[in-house]
């Protein structure tokens, strides 16, 4: 999900966290300002791992499915590029993670 602004992406953020029919069981804030970039070739977003918790889901057994879901800004997004990601994927695997 792409924002324009800090703000819209905290306001979505706090929307999720208080939304009782999910769980969040991961947050990769690769926003903060202390978070070391070379990490992760430069790529900055927010990722979440998150359940949905409802009768339905529970009914199809998939209340323990995990899915991601990254927060990110436009004008970072914009910069990238297909092949940008192609080389953070190879960078990620070869650092085991």
Do not use: W
């Amino acid at each position: 999900v792409l924002f324009q602004h800090a703000y819209e992406l905290q306001a979505c953020m706090a929307t999720i966290l208080d939304d009782k029919d999910v769980r969040v069981v991961r947050c990769k804030n690769r926003l903060r300002p202390d978070y070391d970039a070379t990490r992760s070739a430069g790529y900055r977003d927010v990722s979440l791992g998150i359940q949905i918790r409802t009768v339905a889901t529970r009914d199809l057994g998939l209340d323990r499915h995990v899915v991601e879901l990254q927060l990110s800004l436009l004008p970072l997004a914009s910069v990238r590029t297909e092949g940008g990601h192609c080389r953070y994927v190879a960078f990620r695997d070869a650092r085991a993670e």
